[in-house]
């Protein structure tokens, strides 16, 4: 069954570094979303992304963040100079059209120390 | 933005209980989800369910678009049903703060 798979599962980082967390989406999506969950709160929507671009973000989506579609299968978010208030889940998902079903990848795990 | 109500927020049960998880929408949405996080913290698909009733094994889901809610039913609880359960919607995929479910042993 096609999945959506992210990498790391865990990553640790000092404050003030990059992080680039990765995501297959499912081979034949379009439409690429990434979500933040700290710890023992809801899942929350950072951004959406279709046909190359940002289709909307949220107000925790700043300039600290940055998302890319650099080659056919991978969709990557970026985090620049972290925070310890970024320590969380990160999730990625994916749908085949807008307001469809959705898959989550199994998240990433980002500590910042 | 649209807002997405889960309660109870938190519910604990014996193994063998039935249980009623509800989901309110401040707004149409026509790609409602339920999910499951499981101790691992990965979200897993149960529904997808816009309207309609769907029933999986001891889990089934109604949605009533035109009220703008949807149920999730949990018949003879195991304790491996405990966790999170989830449901979200809207072209965003906005969740709401989600049942704690406990099943006692």
């Known amino acids: 069954e096609p999945e959506v798979t992210q990498t790391p599962s865990h990553q640790v980082t000092q404050m003030g570094q990059e992080v680039i967390l990765r995501c297959v989406p499912i081979?034949?999506?379009?439409?690429f979303y990434w979500y933040r969950q700290i710890l023992g709160q809801k899942v929350e929507f950072l951004v959406s992304f279709y046909n190359n671009e940002i289709s909307e973000k949220s107000e925790i989506f700043d300039d600290q963040f940055s998302v890319e579609r650099p080659d056919g299968s991978n969709f990557t978010l970026k985090i620049r100079s972290t925070k310890l208030e970024d320590s969380a889940m990160y999730f990625c998902?994916?749908?085949?059209?807008?307001?469809?079903?959705?898959?989550f990848g199994q998240g990433t795990r980002l500590t910042v120390v | 933005g649209i807002q997405v109500e889960q309660s109870p927020p938190d519910l604990i049960l014996q193994e063998g209980a039935n249980s009623t998880l509800r989901c309110n929408f401040s707004d149409s949405v026509n790609n409602l989800q339920w999910f499951h996080q499981n101790p691992w913290g990965q979200l897993i698909n149960l529904f997808y369910i816009p309207s309609g009733t769907k029933q999986n094994g001891r889990l089934s889901a109604t949605t009533v678009a035109t009220e703008r809610y949807s149920l999730l039913y949990i018949s003879s609880s195991q304790t491996t049903d405990s966790g999170v359960y989830f449901c979200?919607?809207?072209?965003?995929?906005?969740f709401g703060k989600g049942t704690r479910l406990h099943i006692l042993p």
């Open positions: 998902a994916s749908t085949g059209r807008t307001n469809t079903e959705a898959f």
């Open positions: 979200a919607g809207d072209d965003k995929i906005i």
């Open positions: 081979s034949n999506h379009l439409y």
